[in-house]
């Protein structure tokens, strides 16, 4: 998945759209623009992030235990960001849903119910510690 994991990221937050349509509409770089979603740069670089953020959080959750967002940026400025933008509970549910489709459809011989639940739990932690901020 590393070698192509831009074009997995892109693909779960289009399924999120496809879910939830009105999703879109939270990011300012898409009201604005006149790209199709899948050529929109900054789509992309959202969804690589999520995609990064969770995988980190999967190395310190084995590493420490926990979840310790901010290497790059803060929790604070992650909640404030989202809480501006109206993100919802129901929006980081079925991102996660679509995270897990995504990466089962990527690696259908390596999935398991053990690999959901890796990627679930990470997912999981990185996303309560933005939502207690919020
Ligand atoms: C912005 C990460 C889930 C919508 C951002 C930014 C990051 C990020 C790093 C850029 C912050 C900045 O401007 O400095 C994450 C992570 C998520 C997540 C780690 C889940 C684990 C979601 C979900 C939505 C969403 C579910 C739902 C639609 C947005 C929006 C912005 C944003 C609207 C602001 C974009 C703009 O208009 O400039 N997110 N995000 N995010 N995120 Fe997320």
């Not at 990221?9 to 604005?32: M, T």
């Not at 995609?51 to 590493?63: D, G, H, I, P, W």
């Not at 991102?95 to 489709?101: P, R």
């Amino acid at each position: 998945m590393k070698d192509d994991a831009p074009t997995f990221a892109l693909k779960f937050f289009l399924r999120l759209f496809e879910i939830i349509p009105s999703a879109a509409k939270r990011f300012s770089f898409l009201r604005d623009s006149n790209l199709p979603l899948d050529k929109n740069p900054k789509l992309k670089a959202h969804a690589m992030g999520v995609f990064v953020m969770t995988c980190e959080a999967a190395t310190q959750l084995r590493k420490t235990g926990r979840v310790n967002v901010g290497a790059n940026t803060s929790v604070q400025h992650l909640a404030s960001v989202h809480f501006k933008a109206g993100v919802a509970d129901v929006h980081f549910e079925v991102l996660k849903f679509a995270l897990l489709e995504t990466i089962k459809e990527a690696v259908p011989y390596m999935w398991s119910e053990e690999l959901k639940e890796a990627w679930s739990e990470s997912y999981d932690h990185l996303v309560v510690a933005i939502k207690n901020e919020m």
